[in-house]
Structure formats: C-alpha cells, structure tokens
C-alpha cells in the first residue's frame, strides 16, 4: 500500500471513531435528559415543586426538544410567579411541536394567562385539524359563555352531540340560556341533566331559581327540598324550601320542612325566626311571638326584637312592646329604625313627651328618615306647637314629594288656620292628583273653599267626600257650611250626625246649643 492510501485509509477510521463518540456521547445526554425528566415527575409527585423545577431545568438543558419538561416547567413557573420565564418557554415550545397536545396545552396555558384570544386560536387550530376534538368544543364553549353567551350555545350542541350523556354540558348550556332569558329553552334542559344525574344539587338549585323568578313557588320549593334530602347535613335547603312554601301561602307544607330543619339545625335561632314568619302570615300573632321568643334566647338580635315587639302590638300589648323594644336598643342604640318604633309605641299609650324624644333622636340619626318628621309634626300640631309643627311637616313634604298623605295633613293644618292658603290649597290638589278617589283630600279640599268664603263650592266637594267617608269631621264640616249659608235645620242635622258618630265631642254640642239662640 502506498503512503497516500496509508493516510485516506487512517482519515476514514478517524472519522468513524469521531461520529461513534459523538453517538455516544449524544445518547448518554439523551438518557441523563430523560432521568432528569423522570427524577422531575417523581418529586412533582411528592410536592416538592422547587427540586423538580431543577431537575427539569436540567432535562431541557440536555435536550432541547423535551416538549413534556416544557410543560411541567411552564406550569411550575407560572404557580411560583415567574410569569416572564413561563411565557419565554411557551414562545420557544411553539415554535418546537405543532401537534394538537400542544396546542390544547398552550390553550390552557393562555387561559390562566389570562389571553382569551390567544387561547381561543389555539383552540381553533384544534378543531380545524380535529373536528371533533371534545376537549377543545367544551373549553371553547365555556369561554364563550363568558364573553359572547349566543355564540357559546353553538359549541355547547357540539359538545353534547360528541357526549350526549353529559348531564354537566346540558347544565352549562342552560346556564347560558338563563343568562339570556331564555328560561323554557334552559328548564327542558335543567329537567335533562336532572335525568342524568339526579343527585346533582347545582342543577337542581338553578331549577329552583328559575321556577322562583317565575313565581312557581311550589315547583322551586320542591327541588330545594329534593336537595335537602341530598345534603342532610345542610338545613339552608330546608329554610329556601319552606321560603317558597311560604310564598305560595300553602303553610302546611312550609311548617313541615321547617319543623324537619330544627333536628338537622340543632335548634338553631334561625328555623325558629321562620317559624314566626310563618304563623305571622297565619296571623297567629301568640304563636308566632312563641317562636321568636325561642329563636332569641338561642340569639339576640334587631330583627327578632323588631318582630315580636310587632307582634306584642297584634296581641295589643304596648308595654310588652316597648319593652322588647328596649332589649333591642341595648343592642344597638343608634338604630334609628328601633328608635322609630319606639316613638310609636309611646305615641299608642299617649305619652308624646317620651314619643317626641324618640322621634327627635330618630331624625338626629337618619335625617332622611321622613315618617319621624310627620309624626313629630303631629305631635307638635295636635299639642297647640304648630310653630314647631310646621318645619316638621314641610321637611316631609319635602323629602317624600309624592307622599299624599303629608301634603294633605299639612294643607288642611294652614287651611284650618287661615295660614298661606295659597299654598295649603296647592298641597291638597297634589294630594288629590295622586289619589283623586280619597274622601279625605276632598274634604281637605271643601275646608280650603270653606275657609275663603266659597261655600257653595265647599259644600259640593264635602258632600261628595261624605258619600264615602261617615266620619265625625265631614259631617261637622257641612254643618258649618250649612250655617253660613243660613241652613240652620240642615246645619243642625249634620251636627247631629256629627255627635252620634262622636258623642263626647263638646265643640259639636255647643254648636247645636248656638243655633238653637
């Protein structure tokens, strides 16, 4: 052999021996890559999340094209706050696999980035290459549930063609349907899923608030009362069902589950509070104040203090009353509802000195409160204060513009005073444009007419109010009206009517003695 074959011959032998080394030594990195990999999984397993991101680390460093360490890394960055990283390393596992794995992953991963359209294209590219990829219809469908509910309602038919066994995608859609108001469409298929997976109580439970908003009280009390027995341990389905009961006045039913709900409730305040409410609509005020005694001893709160003072008030027990009232102020003595209330009640026994400190410290912490003005102002008016009275009466008319009844009762008090009759005429035709059919405005109204000299146009107005109103006043009113016209007989027969209706009202008596000089 000659020297220049000698070299070609030694330069091939080199060359094989340079490519087996590189094998090898590309086969070891291979291996440690995939142990790494391995080592990586077996501590996600064990959550050690901080180990297995080394080992991972390490497993690309070997081999770039590790998508499944890609993976695991992306999701470990993005739970320790290394948004930066995770997003570099999807950036990079893109441009690595373009199969339908990645993409579904990379969907995921836009969805807990927070990417919605990024996600939404990879899920896309999904189902153009698979159409029928269930995974990326049903994310799809969700996702648009979200953002654009109708478009959403196509993918759901999708899914459900795919899994028309999955009692979960036909409530999801009916959930959507609700949210579009279209209630029938998301009933029939509330009542499929229920088919499905009967024991499902957020199925069940949004049926009910369909039946509720519908007011089909007696169908969402049932399914709530379904679900009771599903979940024995949580007596709230109980509480809703015999809500609903309640609601649609069939009381028998509602006593029975709430009376089911005190052994699973262990007595609690609160099936007791309901208790009440029930035998309040029965108007078994006794029973019901029984009730909610017992549901105060459990618990003390406003609410029960407010309802049974109510209900002393039924039972006409004034005293008892206010003195639950009192517990109730202990609790909080800045509730100017429980201040109100108590000005009430002082009003009932006629102490207005005590009524009027309520009412004042009622407005002092609720300006805005305007019922405490009216009966402060009615207060003031009916002791002869009508100084004091009329700020009170004005500052309703003007927090409740619409309210009638104050306009009337502040433009008969300057009517009957001869004060500002422009305005107190003004009051009672507010008054009366808001409720033309009250006797009493029209009365009101009469006085005003009265009071300017226009008899015989106070005479028409009082006698059409006394066609529907036998009340002392109207009839004392055309008395009066009857005597400025000369009709003494006619005078005397209305304040005869007068008296009967109030005989020990001494004013009238002495009218009738004066026509008789």
């Not at 088919?195 to 399914?223: F, H, K, N």
């Not at 009517?415 to 507010?430: C, F, K, P, W, Y």
Request: with cysteine.
């Amino acid at each position: 052999m000659n020297t220049a074959g000698k070299t070609i011959f030694s330069l091939i032998l080199l060359s094989m021996a340079v490519t087996q080394a590189v094998a090898l030594e590309t086969g070891d990195r291979k291996y440690n890559s995939y142990l790494y990999f391995l080592q990586g999984e077996i501590l996600l397993r064990q959550n050690d999340p901080d180990a297995a991101q080394y080992k991972l680390e390490k497993t690309i460093e070997l081999d770039r094209n590790a998508v499944p360490a890609y993976k695991e890394l992306v999701f470990l960055y993005l739970q320790s706050g290394n948004y930066e990283k995770a997003r570099m390393l999807v950036k990079t596992l893109k441009n690595l696999s373009d199969n339908i794995d990645t993409k579904l992953f990379l969907g995921t991963y836009y969805v807990y980035a927070g990417d919605t359209t990024s996600a939404i294209n990879q899920y896309q590219e999904v189902i153009k290459k698979d159409p029928e990829n269930a995974e990326a219809i049903i994310i799809l469908a969700g996702i648009y549930s979200e953002i654009n509910p109708e478009k959403s309602l196509g993918y759901w038919d999708r899914y459900i063609a795919l899994k028309p066994d999955s009692g979960d995608a036909y409530y999801r859609k009916a959930v959507v349907l609700k949210k579009l108001n279209k209630t029938e469409g998301a009933k029939k298929l509330l009542q499929k899923a229920i088919g499905l997976q009967p024991d499902d109580l957020l199925t069940r439970v949004t049926l009910a608030e369909i039946y509720e908003s519908e007011q089909d009280y007696i169908l969402a009390g049932d399914e709530l009362y379904y679900c009771a027995g599903l979940d024995k341990n949580t007596y709230g389905y109980y509480i809703r069902a015999g809500e609903m009961y309640m609601r649609a006045k069939d009381y028998e039913k509602a006593e029975r589950v709430f009376k089911e709900a005190l052994p699973v409730s262990k007595n609690d305040p609160v099936v007791y509070f309901w208790l009440g409410l029930l035998y309040e609509n029965r108007m078994d005020w006794k029973t019901a104040s029984e009730y909610v005694e017992k549901s105060l001893t459990g618990k003390s709160d406003i609410a029960g203090y407010e309802k049974l003072s109510y209900y002393y008030t039924q039972l006409n027990d004034v005293n008892k009353a206010l003195k639950t009232l009192e517990q109730a102020l202990k609790l909080n003595p800045k509730s100017a509802e429980v201040n109100f209330f108590l000005g009430l009640g002082y009003m009932d026994l006629k102490k207005n000195g005590k009524a009027e400190k309520y009412f004042l410290r009622t407005v002092d912490l609720d300006p805005n409160l305007s019922d405490a003005y009216f009966y402060l102002g009615t207060i003031y008016e009916q002791s002869g204060k009508f100084d004091k009275a009329l700020p009170n009466l004005r500052k309703v008319v003007e927090l409740t513009p619409k309210n009638a009844v104050a306009m009337n009762y502040l433009g008969y008090c300057l009517a009957d005073r001869d004060v500002s009759m422009d305005e107190a005429e003004t009051l009672i035709r507010a008054a009366l444009e808001i409720d033309p059919e009250n006797s009493a405005y029209r009365d009101s109204l009469g006085w005003v007419y009265f009071k300017r000299g226009k008899y015989q146009e106070a005479k028409m107005e009082i006698e059409q109010a006394s066609k529907n109103l036998k009340d002392p006043v109207v009839f004392e009113h055309l008395g009066d009206i009857e005597k400025a016209l000369g009709n003494k007989k006619n005078a005397e027969s209305f304040y005869k009517k007068a008296l009967f209706l109030e005989p020990k009202n001494k004013n009238i008596k002495k009218k009738i003695k004066e026509l008789k000089i």
